[in-house]
């Protein structure tokens, strides 16, 4: 297994863009991410992952790193829906996590600049944020 690129931070925690620890640490609690088999992605962002014959089409702002992550491992990937998020395995024995939106209608693309406001401003239109310790 190989290294991947380092993750894009846009400024972002909706749908498709950068995880938050927060979620993160809430997808522990359940319910288990379930297998897929990952299919690809497009140049417009879509991620293509199949189980049982039934494919699912998600958007991720970094299809080229998933398809890095998914490349260094087994090919199998785990996707909680609840919280939006892929899960990989790495090399390290730990996962490369990615966030997805499950509608390609609603995507957000990424701003030029990370966004910067009041916390609650933040909220609204940058889905989150995280303030250092």
């Not at 080229?64 to 491992?73: G, I, M, P, Q, T």
């Not at 909220?123 to 989150?128: I, P, V």
């Amino acid at each position: 297994m190989s290294e991947i690129r380092a993750p894009k931070v846009c400024g972002l925690y909706l749908p498709g863009h950068t995880p938050h620890w927060v979620q993160m640490k809430k997808s522990r609690e359940g319910p288990l991410p379930v297998p897929y088999r990952y299919s690809g992605y497009q140049n417009d962002g879509t991620v293509l992952i199949e189980v049982n014959g039934k494919e699912l089409r998600l958007w991720n702002h970094s299809p080229e790193r998933l398809a890095e992550a998914v490349a260094a491992s087994d090919g199998i990937i785990k996707y909680q829906e609840r919280w939006h998020l892929l899960f990989v395995n790495s090399s390290a024995g730990s996962s490369y996590v990615f966030c997805v939106a499950k509608s390609l209608h609603g995507r957000v693309p990424c701003p030029e600049t990370p966004p910067a406001g009041r916390p609650v401003e933040l909220l609204r239109s940058a889905g989150g944020f995280s303030i250092p310790a």
